[in-house]
């Protein structure tokens, strides 16, 4: 079933890029195994996919231990500032920084740990309340001061849409982070260059690909539903 699945999302992947004219290779399929077992990973794995995408610190943690080190891990979930420090020595993309003080530790805990972490700044392109994610509004201003930290590396940006019956709706909210992109890049701040959009889930990620996602990050397509355990 998870190998039909997947062979099924990445041809989806493939028709849709050849009908926008993108190339295949600047969209990274992410798989989203939160709540998932590690034998579902490693059977992904097996069939040659790296991209891993988690929501909880304890779980990316637990998973990063006891599967194969060259695994991509992407942190995708809303992130605590007193946990960083459990996946900063391993984490490949943080793609949910959301606040000017959760970009600082994450810098301060690279330094600790000697290296440079990638993040992409996540946009509440739909002003959600409920979503988290930086304001649209204050968006330039906070890239200025997030840029100059040390051993961090803003790679670009990330959404997590409305969910909503007709992928189409999303449309304007892919195509608006998009447009955000090229506003930035275009005020040449140094140490900026927005190449990554993360944008699209099972739900939309054709639509977003056609607005530019170069990251897509899909889970039940792949896994089937998320049963959550009851506490
Ligand atoms: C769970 C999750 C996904 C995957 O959602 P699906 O609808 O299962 O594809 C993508 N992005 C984030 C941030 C998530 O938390």
Not at 91 to 101: A, G, T
């Amino acid at each position: 079933m998870l190998k039909t699945n997947l062979e099924e999302v990445k041809d989806n992947i493939q028709t849709t890029c050849q009908n926008a004219n993108r190339n295949i290779e600047d969209v990274t399929l992410i798989c989203v195994s939160k709540t998932k077992p590690k034998e579902m990973i490693e059977e992904l794995y097996e069939g040659g996919m790296r991209d891993f995408g988690e929501n909880k610190v304890q779980e990316l943690r637990d998973k990063y231990e006891a599967l194969p080190k060259d695994i991509t891990w992407h942190m995708i979930g809303h992130l605590q500032r007193n946990k960083v420090k459990y996946i900063a020595p391993f984490i490949s993309l943080i793609h949910s920084v959301d606040s000017e003080r959760l970009a600082k530790t994450i810098s301060d805990e690279a330094i600790k740990n000697n290296r440079t972490i990638d993040i992409l700044l996540e946009v509440n392109v739909a002003k959600e309340e409920s979503k988290f994610g930086f304001d649209i509004d204050e968006l330039s201003e906070k890239i200025e001061i997030i840029s100059k930290y040390p051993n961090i590396s803003i790679k670009g940006l990330m959404t997590i849409a409305p969910y909503v019956p007709n992928p189409e709706e999303n449309r304007i909210f892919f195509a608006k982070l998009y447009q955000l992109c090229v506003d930035i890049n275009e005020k040449n701040l140094d140490n900026v260059k927005m190449s990554e959009l993360s944008m699209g889930m099972s739900n939309d990620y054709e639509v977003a690909i056609e607005e530019g996602s170069t990251m897509v990050r899909v889970g039940t397509s792949i896994f089937g539903e998320r049963i959550y355990k009851k506490l």
